[in-house]
């Protein structure tokens, strides 16, 4: 197992502007969530705090859905566009001069995936695809090296899903290096790269998520020692004011998870995938046999080949 933090985090930095992209944004979505847990605070002062551990629920289900949104429309694009620059440094060791990183990341992703829609269902289709390869193809236990795993079977596994996030980026940055601009094509062909060098991607993907588990954890035991001081002088009878506090401390962790931690860990496995990328050719072999578990798989080849004939329509109309 090779990490590469000292490279992916060398990478990273070079990539300054994005991060303050995504500081702004994810800065803003925890203003939100600050705003909104004073109002339930204020909500709770005066009609108790049962009524607004009701309406926290409520709010925390409403939010859910919000942040669904917020990520089909924004994070998708932010994501991808990073993912873009982080393969452009990967590849050839730095960005093009002069370059505004945003305008060039976003120009970047719209030539391929021309919509934000698209990008999102060719993200959701590979993730798809992943995990169930992931629960049928591979013996993940024999993988990772750790003893007694069957007995942790679903932490494992629930471990495993959360890795595939950092993959399925891998997969979007292979179509940026093999600049497919059939990008449904390009996700079938990186997933055929995984199948064929799945346990050294798995490996570092699921070393990486613990890791981020522990930054998370480290990360709001920091923010709650500022917060719980702010705690310890209130009133015992401000119960739901130090339990929000609390969520907030708990949200300021994940952020800076996302804000910081994402990135490498994205970044190192998108070098170890593309790694294996350099030395593996897609094998249509493996074809036959993610399609017999996969309906997902069997839309990508759908969509690619529905992309392909659109495309060769489109040169055949400015031929003539």
């Not at 607004?52 to 859910?64: D, E, Q």
């Not at 074809?287 to 990508?300: A, G, N």
């Amino acid at each position: 197992m090779n990490l590469q933090l000292g490279q992916a985090i060398k990478i990273v930095a070079q990539t300054k502007v994005y991060l303050l992209y995504r500081t702004m944004v994810y800065g803003a979505i925890v203003g939100v969530v600050a705003i909104v847990l004073g109002i339930l605070v204020l909500i709770g002062t005066v009609f108790g705090s049962g009524a607004a551990f009701v309406l926290f629920l409520i709010t925390l289900f409403a939010g859910s859905f919000g942040f669904r949104l917020l990520r089909d429309y924004v994070l998708y694009l932010l994501q991808a566009g990073h993912i873009a620059l982080i393969t452009e440094i990967a590849e050839t060791g730095t960005l093009p001069p002069g370059i505004s990183q945003t305008s060039w990341a976003k120009e970047k992703v719209m030539k391929y995936y021309k919509e934000v829609s698209v990008l999102a269902l060719v993200d959701q289709l590979v993730k798809g695809v992943l995990v169930t390869l992931n629960r049928t193809i591979f013996n993940v236990f024999n993988a990772l090296p750790i003893p007694a795993l069957e007995g942790l079977a679903g932490i494992v596994q629930r471990i495993v899903n959360f890795s595939l996030t950092y993959i399925d980026e891998s997969v979007i940055a292979y179509t940026f290096r093999t600049r497919n601009e059939n990008v449904f094509d390009a996700a079938k062909s990186g997933i055929l790269v995984y199948c064929q060098s799945w346990k050294a991607v798995l490996m570092n993907a699921v070393a990486l998520t613990v890791l981020s588990y522990l930054f998370v954890i480290l990360m709001t035991t920091l923010f709650m020692i500022p917060l719980g001081a702010v705690s310890l002088m209130l009133p015992s009878s401000w119960s739901f004011v130090k339990f929000a506090l609390f969520v907030l401390a708990l949200f300021l962790g994940i952020s800076t998870k996302w804000i910081l931690f994402d990135p490498i860990a994205c970044t190192s496995t998108l070098l170890t995938f593309l790694n294996e990328a350099e030395t593996t050719k897609p094998d249509p072999a493996w074809e036959s046999k993610i399609e017999m578990v996969s309906d997902q798989f069997r839309t990508l080849k759908t969509k690619a080949g529905e992309m392909m004939r659109g495309t060769a329509k489109s040169r055949e109309a400015q031929s003539t």
